[in-house]
């Protein structure tokens, strides 16, 4: 039992999940303003044009309400995440692709495998030791 409780610790203080949860924990803040945003700013401005509150719009049939304007309302809240959403993941491509340029950038040399020191990448004979080298991929 120790064993298992030990093992849920592990699992619960590694980075991933710990991001996860700060992540949630953003997340649902984020939705409390843009949810704010629509029902406090979008919905009475587009009440204008109805005459009345967006969100307070409702269908009445055989006695039923059908709420279409909080259903809009919840919409609109989804357009606004998902746009965040994806501006973010740009965002976050951008900055892993700028990470990779760096890294092909800075592999410009080898290490030579006789006197260890660093050659040209496309060197095919050591300027130190001036032995043969071997056909190696970059990064080898």
Request: glycine letters at 4%.
């Given at each position: 039992m120790k064993k298992f409780f030990d093992e849920f610790k592990s699992f619960l203080l590694k980075g991933n999940v710990i991001d996860l949860s700060i992540a949630v924990i953003i997340g649902a803040a984020f939705q409390a303003i843009v949810t704010s945003f629509t029902s406090d700013i979008i919905s009475p401005v587009l009440g204008i044009f109805a005459k009345n509150d967006f969100s307070n719009l409702v269908w009445s049939v055989a006695g039923v309400e059908i709420r279409y304007g909080a259903f809009l309302t919840a919409v609109i809240n989804f357009v606004i995440m998902a746009f965040v959403i994806f501006l973010m993941l740009k965002l976050v491509k951008?900055?892993?692709?700028?990470?990779?340029?760096?890294?092909?950038?800075?592999?410009?040399?080898?290490?030579?495998?006789?006197?260890?020191?660093?050659?040209?990448?496309?060197?095919?004979?050591?300027?130190?030791?001036?032995?043969?080298?071997?056909?190696?991929?970059?990064?080898?």
């Open positions: 951008r900055l892993k692709g700028l990470k990779k340029e760096q890294a092909k950038e800075e592999k410009k040399t080898k290490t030579c495998p006789y006197c260890f020191t660093d050659i040209a990448i496309k060197a095919s004979r050591c300027p130190n030791c001036t032995s043969a080298l071997k056909e190696q991929l970059p990064g080898d």
